[in-house]
């Protein structure tokens, strides 16, 4: 593969931090002879203050740079949410593995050692270039699914519930068990998102006032594989889907859609689906009023093992009472 293999990519904006003015020129060359163009920095702080104007595609970091090292320089970048998604490559010694650990360890995404050969630079900084772009498209489709909750949730509940609150009760379930944070995390996005499949049931249906006919009721029972399917892009699919497909299961096995029972309904899914019924019930609906909130308890004790798991409910009525009593004194 030559140079002239990759064709012409004038515009793109490639950072070059180095401590050696020859070094740095050379690099800038490589990059230059196929249209990209090339930020010199000279210092660490030089390369922050390029990098938070210059909006570079790609960082190239010399592990030796001055007044800021690289290491404190990647930690900044990979810090910042305008700037974590730029990628960083470190030029290294060959022999310096110890540097290449540390670099890892920052958030370095690649490394070139010395001295730098043009064909492996601009075959890295491409396929970098590359993933930067995928990433933030997939970015960008996450944060139109999100807004896309949130506006059918406000759309068809308007401000009567609130996918905060709902967040907060599920995430004092997760509390009550010890659940890591990521799992906690993966409960707030599931709030905002378990019914998002609704964008596929007509409006009229969900603001409907009166009882549903058996025919409605199974074009509201698709909700769920329906949002299983529109969160698929999210790069927290693998951990967000089973709460969007099995949040309307119940513990006896007759929820859908899999007619999952007990503990083969996921531990999440379990622990959304009684915060919902909770939120749910304190919000008022088309055909009936809110709940007060001894009424949306007893209910929660009278489906605890049929509807939901009885040992989350427990949990969540008695994390309730104790929040309430430190609150009032």
Request: net charge negative; glycine share 6%; with cysteine.
């Amino acid at each position: 593969m030559t140079v002239e293999d990759y064709g012409r990519v004038s515009g793109v904006r490639i950072l070059v931090a180095e401590r050696s003015v020859a070094s740095a020129h050379q690099i800038a060359d490589h990059l230059e002879t196929v249209g990209y163009t090339a930020l010199i920095a000279l210092d660490g702080e030089e390369a922050l203050r390029l990098i938070r104007c210059a909006d570079p595609e790609v960082a190239i970091l010399d592990a030796g740079i001055p007044r800021l090292n690289a290491y404190q320089l990647c930690e900044r970048v990979k810090a910042h949410p305008s700037t974590r998604g730029i990628p960083v490559v470190m030029v290294v010694d060959p022999a310096a593995q110890d540097e290449k650990i540390r670099g890892l360890e920052v958030g370095v995404e690649d490394f070139l050692s010395r001295p730098v050969n043009k064909i492996e630079l601009l075959a890295r900084v491409r396929s970098l270039i590359r993933v930067k772009r995928l990433n933030e498209q997939v970015e960008t489709t996450e944060n139109v699914i999100f807004d896309l909750a949130r506006m059918l949730d406000r759309k068809v509940t308007d401000v009567r519930s609130n996918a905060d609150r709902l967040a907060d009760h599920a995430c004092m379930i997760g509390e009550a068990l010890g659940l890591e944070q990521d799992d906690l995390e993966t409960l707030r996005k599931g709030a905002i998102l378990h019914d998002i499949g609704k964008i596929a049931v007509r409006e009229e249906l969900l603001l409907k006032p009166g009882r549903l006919s058996d025919e409605e009721y199974a074009e509201i029972k698709r909700h769920p594989e329906a949002g299983e399917r529109i969160c698929g892009p999210l790069r927290c699919a693998d951990q967000v889907l089973p709460i969007i497909r099995h949040h309307q299961e119940r513990w006896d096995g007759r929820g859908y859609p899999d007619g999952l029972a007990g503990e083969q309904i996921p531990l999440l899914a379990r622990i959304l689906s009684i915060a919902d019924a909770y939120d749910a019930m304190l919000s008022p609906r088309p055909y009936r009023a809110a709940m007060t909130v001894e009424e949306a308890r007893a209910n929660l004790r009278s489906g605890a093992g049929t509807q939901w798991d009885p040992y989350l409910i427990e949990l969540f009525l008695t994390s309730i009472r104790r929040r309430e009593m430190a609150k009032a004194g």
